[in-house]
């Protein structure tokens, strides 16, 4: 990772990072990485954003939390990194860090942007307690945060979890909605 200042000022200063595809620019702000930035960039389909969804980001965070701890705990991931994937996660699951989910809630791939958002956002998290966004060698989103996962089991269980905290929600306003049409029957 290299940052890059704009010169429109430091505001405007971006962090290049490289994956698998290549090099792209990213926000110093985010806490995203690469693979988000190319989803937000070329799946802006609804113009709604997963953020926008708390009920399933908590659900989700708390995921990668319970993976992260019990990874430690199997001794597959080393106790430094569990606990600051563990901390980042509870600050997103508290709803500290809502703005870093920026991807489409419609897409394809079965959950894999919001996925990969939510790993990369705990990533450069962790790494922020621990030393600074971008340095995927000492936190990586795939070979640490999502280590002992995959998206097509993390995902719907975060969304049958954020259905189940929802739950009661739903239940009083189906009781309100009922009540309501009662009278006007």
């Known amino acids: 990772m290299r940052r890059v200042d704009n010169a429109d000022g430091p505001d405007d200063s971006v962090r290049m990072e490289r994956d698998s595809l290549g090099e792209i620019d990213i926000s110093t702000r985010a806490l995203w990485g690469p693979?988000?930035?190319r989803?937000?960039?070329?799946?802006d389909?609804?113009?709604?954003?997963?953020?926008?969804?708390?009920?399933l980001m908590r659900a989700l965070a708390l995921v990668k939390q319970a993976a992260a701890m019990a990874n430690g705990r199997i001794g597959i991931l080393p106790s430094a990194k569990a606990e600051a994937i563990a901390a980042a996660a509870q600050e997103v699951a508290a709803g500290l860090h809502d703005l870093?989910?920026?991807?489409?809630?419609?897409q394809g791939g079965a959950g894999t942007s919001t996925n990969m958002?939510?790993?990369?956002?705990?990533?450069n998290r962790g790494l922020e307690l621990r030393r600074a966004r971008g340095d995927y060698a000492a936190l990586?989103?795939?070979d640490d945060v999502n280590l002992s996962q995959s998206t097509n089991d993390v995902y719907p269980t975060a969304v049958r979890l954020a259905l189940i905290g929802a739950a009661p929600t739903?239940?009083?306003?189906?009781?309100?909605l009922s009540t309501r049409l009662m009278r006007r029957h």
């Open 140 to 142: 990586h989103p795939n």
């Open 45 to 55: 389909i609804s113009g709604e954003l997963v953020g926008h969804f708390r009920p």
């Open 35 to 37: 693979q988000t930035e």
């Open 170 to 176: 739903l239940a009083g306003a189906l009781g309100r």
């Open 117 to 123: 958002n939510m790993n990369e956002a705990i990533a």
């Open 100 to 106: 870093e989910f920026c991807v489409d809630i419609l």
């Open 39 to 43: 989803a937000r960039r070329n799946f």
